[in-house]
Structures are given as C-alpha cells and as structure tokens.
C-alpha cells in the first residue's frame, strides 16, 4: 500500500524531530534523490511504489553517482546537499528518511533492497542485519 504524502512527511518529521513539515520534505528528497542511484530494476519500481508519488519520482530520476557509497560516504554526500548540515545533522536526516522508508517497503522488500547495497546500509535503515 502506498503512504500518503502527508502520512510520509509526518513520519519523517517526528523520526527527524524537525520543526517544519519544509525540513523534512527536505531531507527526504535528498536522501532518496541518492538513494536512487543505488538501486535498479525491479527492486527500485516496487520500492517508488510504495512511497507517495512526489517521492517515488525522486527515486526513479536519482542524483547519478559514480560508484555505489559506503554508508559513511552516502551520509557525507546527504550533508554537502543541504545546506547547513553537518555529518551529525546528516546522519540524523539519513536515519529519518530510510527507517520510514524500510517501514513502508517491509520485510521482503527490505531484504532485496539491502542485497543492492553496501554492506552497513542495514544501520541507516534501522534495520540491524543478524551477521
């Protein structure tokens, strides 16, 4: 089932503790513009399926990166896209939008996106891997 944009940003925003509905619009059309370019085919569809329309279109016309990023790198990349952030801050929005994201996608789809990812992205989602 797809979340309303509403539903969305207002997970987002308490997970983030922002003050605005702006600030968590924010940080997750950045996460998932970078997110996006991590992900392919099928796995990518199902999971823009899921999310509110705004946000899906985000993650199907990502930022290009030239390598897929370790979790710390993909953290620093969220931090030099908006403005005023720090690593800290950047962890922090990270963290808001993927765990709201892995709870709209679920288990099995959580599980094929992960297997695209580099190892740690289970962290950001919020979502510790047994190793």
């Known amino acids: 089932m797809t979340l309303r944009r509403e539903a969305f940003l207002d997970q987002v925003k308490e997970r983030g503790e922002y003050e605005t509905e702006h600030e968590a ?26 999310l509110p329309e705004e946000f899906a279109l985000i993650l199907l016309n990502p930022l ?19 403005e005023g952030a720090t690593e800290q801050t950047a962890a922090w929005d990270v963290s808001a939008v993927l765990s709201t994201v892995a709870d709209a996608a679920g288990h099995d789809l959580m ?6 990812l580099p190892t ?6 919020g979502r510790p891997q047994p190793t």
Request: glycine letters at 6%; aromatic letters at 8%.
């Open 25 to 50: 619009e924010r940080a997750a059309r950045v996460v998932l513009a970078l997110l996006g370019a991590h992900l392919v085919g099928d796995v990518r569809a199902q999971l823009a399926a899921r």
């Open 64 to 82: 290009q990166s030239a390598e897929p990023l370790t979790p710390e790198r993909f953290v620093r990349a969220t931090a030099a896209w908006i």
């Open 111 to 116: 599980d094929q996106v992960l297997l695209q």
């Open 120 to 125: 740690g992205y289970d962290l950001l989602f």
